[in-house]
T-cell receptor
């Protein structure tokens, strides 16, 4: 069965420092991979997605993620964190076949706090 | 931009009431989803639909039902609200595998 693991429940970084959020997935075929961000009290916003091709994908707000098939990972990175990046981040894998086309499986999320 | 609109941001209902949560999308997406989100548990899929009048159970359908009479509208129904259904409810839509667009969520409190 497909699954997504985000090993870090909560991460605190200083403003201006680099960031890496980890995501590991379990999926039998080539996965469709996504990162979403959720600000407090809001819905989830798509940051970036990977379907195929270049394993380094660029997203909005200066985020990027790298797909590593050998490690079953899709880690999210940002070179310099801003206070406005404080939010919860969700990794997801697409399980879209048959009647459940487009069904995503989400990790439990990583909450990011940013120190001034 | 695709818009997914959830009719209420905050809702307070009494135990035993029948509750309707409405979700409307404006981009002709085939798939629509209802999740609930609770601290420490992440997003859990309640029901989804990949076509009008079609519905599939997700991971936690008990105590809920859904209705999709038109492509753009997907309603979540709590038949008899209970306090353990107090949660944030998120609706999403998608075109096949191209990722979800989420609504802003409805925070439901059952007292």
């Amino acid at each position: 069965a497909q699954s997504v693991t985000q090993p870090d429940i909560h991460i605190t970084v200083s403003e201006g420092a680099s960031l890496e959020l980890r995501c590991n997935y379990s999926y039998g075929a080539t996965p469709y991979l996504f990162w979403y961000v959720q600000s407090p009290g809001q819905g989830l916003q798509l940051l970036l997605k990977y379907f195929s091709g270049d394993t380094l994908v660029q997203g909005i707000k200066g985020f990027e993620a790298e797909f590593k098939r050998s490690q079953s990972s899709f880690n999210l990175r940002k070179p310099s964190v801003h206070w406005s990046d404080a939010a919860e981040y969700f990794c997801a894998v697409g399980a879209g076949y048959g009647g459940s086309q487009g069904n995503l499986i989400f990790g439990k999320g990583t909450k990011l706090s940013v120190k001034p | 931009d695709v818009k997914v609109t959830q009719s209420s941001r905050y809702l307070v209902k009494r135990t035993g009431e029948k509750v309707f949560l409405e979700c409307v999308q404006d981009m002709d997406h085939e798939n629509m989803f209802w999740y609930r989100q609770d601290p420490g548990l992440g997003l859990r899929l309640i029901y989804f639909s990949y076509d009008v009048k079609m519905k599939e159970k997700g991971d936690i359908p008990e105590g809920y039902s859904v209705s999709r009479e038109k492509k753009e509208r997907f309603s979540l129904i709590l038949e008899s609200a209970s306090t353990n259904q107090t949660s944030m409810y998120l609706c999403a839509s998608s075109l096949r595998r191209w990722g979800y667009t989420f609504g802003s969520g409805t925070r439901l409190t059952v007292v």
